[in-house]
């Protein structure tokens, strides 16, 4: 698993890069345990979307979304 954390515009983000389509439930699971302090996203390979896992919401973001937005 690799964690990239940063801080942006007084927000804590952690980010798992996933470069892929298919999300399991683990790995839903391993980021949703880092601290509440962080807004969680994972970097997929196409798939735009929000999940809720026990109680936080996870974004998954396509990498190509992601390199337009920086």
Not at 26 to 35: A, F, G, Q, W
Not at 44 to 61: A, F, M, P, W
Request: with cysteine; aromatic share 14%; proline share 1%.
């Amino acid at each position: 698993m690799l964690l990239i954390y940063c801080s942006y515009y007084n927000k804590n983000m952690a980010f798992e890069i996933k470069y892929t389509d298919t999300i399991t439930k683990k790995d839903l699971e391993n980021i949703s345990h880092l601290s509440d302090e962080f807004e969680l996203f994972i970097i997929t390979k196409d798939t735009y979307e929000s999940h809720n896992y026990q109680g936080r919401t996870i974004h998954l973001i396509p990498l190509w979304l992601l390199t337009l937005a920086v």
